[in-house]
């Protein structure tokens, strides 16, 4: 399973990390109206992934199955994206 | 990611994420086409990343200039501070200090925007070497395809280079954009430090007036140097160069008021 966390690149990650990536990414959404807590969260959840994944060669042409914001986004730039039209620059 | 019911924040964000993708990469009617098509955007996308880049760095170096332009400032307050007190001004030192304070803040300001500016040429500068890579990648097997697969067949093989790289370029549009507005910010705040730099309207934060603490040292220096000079001439008409005479008068700088003022000299003529 491929996973790219959002400017930092692509991570190849087993199968069986997966229970604890969607009970991270459930802590993830949870967080999402409390600017105290998504920092953490997200963090936590990158972490992860980072760890158990293998990092994927810039040269390599993959797609990948899951997308994360990146390390430094905010609660409100993820609400953001998740809304509006200004994920991807025209 | 099946094992799970209802969607999640990432299963959104990934499909948000790639209908948007994806629309950024245009195709044409040959597939194969599109991938020459599509280089070229590619290659445009890495002209703009490499620009932004180039953008972060002047900005950086903006930056340094005016952390060690206030650095400076801030080091000629506290020598003037010591010499005010060295003359026994506290109440000039007080003011000298007050207005480093002011600087100190302006500074540590300053310091925080530079960080955040050399993390983003940072990442934009890995973003702009992904890319290179990824499009390096995406001609390889453009050529490839090209050469190997008739158009109804290079249908697959061209969406897994195309979905490969529209994530890519993608995630680097928004770098670019997430830096732009960074830099684009600070260079207006950048524009006005150097105006306040220039008008000297920073030394001026307690609100006196722009050079009254050098004003005021030069003043006691010239009102020192001259009791000095004539404590020297005196010395001089008077026969011996005794160097006593040359510095027993070396301190009434403290009081330039009347002081100064009366010194006519009975005394030749």
Do not use: C
Not at chain 1, 34 to 42: K, M, N, R
Not at chain 1, 57 to 75: F, H
Not at chain 2, 202 to 225: C, F, N, P, Q, Y
Not at chain 2, 227 to 251: I, Q, R
């Amino acid at each position: 399973m491929i996973v790219r966390i959002m400017g930092e690149g692509q991570f190849e990650l087993p199968d069986d990390v997966m229970e604890r990536l969607n009970e991270l990414d459930d802590a993830l959404e949870a967080a999402l109206e409390d600017p105290q807590g998504f920092t953490p969260a997200l963090q936590a959840l990158l972490d992860s992934v980072r760890a158990a994944g293998r990092r994927l060669g810039d040269d390599e042409l993959i797609e990948s199955e899951v997308i994360l914001p990146a390390a430094e986004s905010s609660a409100a730039e993820v609400r953001a994206m998740l809304t509006d039209e200004g994920l991807i620059p025209d | 990611m099946e094992g799970k019911t209802g969607m999640g924040l990432w299963q959104r964000f990934t499909m948000i994420f790639k209908s948007k993708a994806n629309k950024a990469l245009d195709r044409a009617e040959d597939p194969r086409e599109t991938l020459d098509y599509s280089y070229e955007k590619q290659l445009d996308l890495l002209q703009k990343v490499r620009r932004g880049v180039a953008d972060v760095a002047t900005s950086r170096k903006r930056l340094e200039l005016q952390i060690g332009q206030l650095d400076q400032q801030s080091a000629k307050l506290e020598s003037q501070a010591k010499a005010a007190l060295a003359g026994g001004r506290e109440d000039l030192a007080r003011e000298a200090l007050t207005r480093r304070s002011g600087l100190t803040v302006q500074l540590n300001d300053l310091h925080t925007q530079l960080a955040t500016l050399q993390d983003q040429e940072e990442k934009l500068t890995q973003a702009s070497q992904r890319l290179q890579a990824k499009v390096d990648a995406f001609r390889t097997k453009k050529e490839t395809i090209k050469a190997t697969y008739s158009a109804a067949e290079a249908q697959t093989k061209i969406n897994e280079a195309f979905s490969g790289i529209s994530e890519e370029l993608g995630d680097v549009g928004l770098a670019i954009q997430r830096a732009e507005d960074k830099t684009q910010a600070m260079q207006a705040r950048a524009g006005a430090i150097d105006e306040l730099v220039a008008s000297g309207a920073l030394e001026d934060a307690t609100g006196t007036s722009k050079d009254s603490i050098t004003a005021e040292l030069e003043r006691m220096a010239s009102v020192s140097e001259v009791e000095d000079t004539l404590a020297a001439m005196k010395a001089e008409l008077s026969g011996g160069t005794s160097p006593s005479a040359v510095e027993a008068p070396a301190t009434p700088a403290v009081e330039p008021g009347p002081a100064a003022a009366p010194e006519p000299k009975p005394d030749q003529t």
